[in-house]
């Protein structure tokens, strides 16, 4: 289908492939094509590759959208967009814009995903900029709290973080299915006078309304990410970025101190003991079992899997790309992003 | 001695005692009395203890300063100094001031804390704003890396960046013995071309020598805390607040899913196997055990110790204050701080 045609709605969209990049991240392109083949295996969703043929081998009879370039995970993503016009991801993005998949998934250059998304699907009307939005595992609650921005925008103004709250609840909505989220600002206290000018801004026309499908609770912390104290917790990309990373860093930290104890050889007896009683806290907090982080706001579903992912986490990003395309997350994005002096 | 005089120095300084807020922390008075007198027993540091009679009962010969005003938890901090005059707090900033005591040490109201220490104290000559500097313990090396501004401005500019990396050094180099400390700004990648415009700046003064006694070793990232990478990391108080907290949190929310796991009766044996393996992981990061913030900048030694603080924290609290009064840390963060244009 060529640029600019309409794109296909309905049971035609619904029967569109998601575009894979094969050529992204740290276990590319063997671990892209077994995750895909194990998609491609279960039936429910179809797979678009899209890579360099040379590089990638027997596809097992998945379609490739074959093409010339690869921008690396140390590439500038700006100059890679620009310059490597023929490159999986690009060809990635383009393939959503002109209706020959439903979404794309990548667990490349993060930066250079974006800008893909954001220069060949262009923004969603009204959008001032698209957010990345990451899934937390809450224990306390059944389903993750998503935090926006992770990283997308290091500098952010007060619009911007009024619409990440728009598009965060209608994602959270979308995903997982909450009714009327919860949404809260991340500051360094609970008070509305507490944080900088731009969250006590944010806070005050929030706390208005904030015209979205959501309740705004007011301030979290950064202890709070685990206390199911909201569903979608708003902030910067710089905040959120670093948050995020100390999130993950801690656990990570803690996993593996915790798992060097457990191997000791005189422990060996105790560990088999505890085994199955910690298998559900890794398997939470495996980033294989996230599904990736999502780019809200662009006319298209762009899912931002992590560069170390393995088949298991492309199986995931795949399948949920899948499920938000057909369930119509590019709509809500779209229906949720309004001036917030309005209704 | 009166306000104005000159504080003692030498002999005479290191005989003072520590002044201890007795009303401040969601424990007192009863923790920190009892932390108060377990210093006291050990016989090497003195204290001076602050705080209302009436609510104190038996000191057990622990000299006081007698007030009538207390600041509370959730008083605003300004309002609480301004209108306090006679508040445990500021007697407490008094008394260092006035050389009545060497430091001073509170788990009470942090922000009315600071505003305590700087109103009454003073700030250093130079220093544009004071930050809380806190100890991160690492266990790839023997001591705690240092995170500041942790919380004390929520705004901060380019030159107070490039102080907080000056006195960050200065106290790492007094408390920790770190001949020349390894200085990193908290940004949301490693390349100098990563992070907001002040992130960005500050990268390039500090490239540039920072004119400190310490080697910038460019970006870390939320996730390098605890890998060794930097023995300061630099930040704006807003981002060191939140990144604390999401750190404190996930420890404290995995620890204690760990503690639940092991007191299930059906795995008893086996935690009591690892439990030994488990104590110095849980006693590293032991809120206890890190001795409190420092408040850095201020024209004395001033520690923040956390709200929840027991008779533990307490000892470590004061034992923390008197050893980097006596070392001349506020001489040697006076001292850090020159115009980065400079030598």
Redesign the interface.
Known sequence: MARGAPRPTGEAFNALPVAVDAMGGDNAPGEILAGARQVVEAGAVGVLLVGVPDQLGDLGGIPLLACTEVIGMDDDPGNGVRRKKDSSLVRAAEAVRDGQAMAMVSAGNTGATMASALLRMGRLPGVIRPAIATPIPD?KKAYPTVLLDA?AN??TTVPMLVQFAQMGAAYSAERYGVTRPRVAL???GEEKS????L?KEAHAILAAGGNGDFDFVGNV???????DQADVIV?D???G???????????????S??TD??T?PE?A??????FP??LP?ASTFDPEQTGGAMLLGVDGVCVISHGSSGSVAMVNAITVAHDVAVGGLVEAVASSVRPPTEG
Chains 1, 2 share one sequence.
């Open positions: 224990l990283g290091a500098e991340l500051s360094i507490k944080g900088t000018p969250v912390e950064g202890r709070d990410f685990f206390d902030t990309g710089f905040t970025n670093v948050a995020l990373k100390t999130l993950e860093g801690t656990l990570r930290f803690l996993m101190t915790l104890i457990l000791r422990v007896d105790a560990a088999g003991v505890l009683h910690l806290l």
